[in-house]
């Protein structure tokens, strides 16, 4: 019995390591960063709007957090990565944010891969691959292109089934259709 309390109480603590210090040990940091930002794409999913979700780190702590949110606010730019830069750079009062990662559920777009370029984030994880939209790996290489003033490192893939399996879930039950896709 005092066993399963233990264990119940280590599980417990996992689920907010900023709070009690320490990542679950099972789970490595992308992978942890990753879940979080899977929290904000089911966010999403409950608002009817594409379940993605983006969380912003410095060291191993959370700057911000966000969802996309287009439909809700009639607002085509308010992807959750533009979401999450916002934040974030008001956060720490600087519209570059240096030393940070960006996580994403999916694969950024062009427009999010240039804010990214924009904010100097030197490192971005993402879940999915987006194989029509993806403007780090899949059509682009945005944040890998030289020619630019900015590159990132990019890891793709942490948790992508799941990252993947909420947007099929949303575009199969949920996705109204809307006259020009
Ligand atoms: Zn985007």
């Known amino acids: 019995m005092i066993i399963v309390n233990t264990m119940m109480k280590i599980r417990k603590n996992s689920l907010f390591p900023f709070l009690h210090g320490g990542h ?3 789970m490595n940091t992308d992978e942890y960063f990753i879940e979080v ?3 904000e794409a089911r966010l999403a999913y409950e608002e009817d709007e594409i379940p993605v979700g983006a969380v912003i780190t410095m060291g191993e702590k959370i700057l911000a ?3 996309n949110a287009p439909i809700s606010g009639n607002d085509p730019s308010a992807h959750a990565e533009i979401l999450a830069i916002r934040k974030a750079a008001e956060r720490i009062g600087n519209y570059r944010l240096c030393e940070t990662t960006l996580y994403v559920t999916i694969e950024p777009c062009v427009m ?3 804010a990214i370029i924009q904010a100097r984030i030197p490192r971005v994880v993402f879940g999915a691959p987006d194989p029509k939209n993806g403007a780090v790996v899949s059509l682009y290489n945005i944040l890998e ?4 003033n900015h590159s990132a490192e990019v890891i793709g893939g942490v948790l992508g089934d799941e990252c993947g399996e909420i947007l099929s879930r949303y575009f199969r039950e949920k996705r109204v259709r809307t006259p020009c896709i």
């Open 37 to 39: 930002a899977l929290e």
């Open 65 to 67: 957090r966000a969802h």
């Open 112 to 114: 999010c891969a240039g």
């Open 145 to 148: 292109d030289g020619r630019l």
């Open 24 to 26: 679950d040990p099972d």
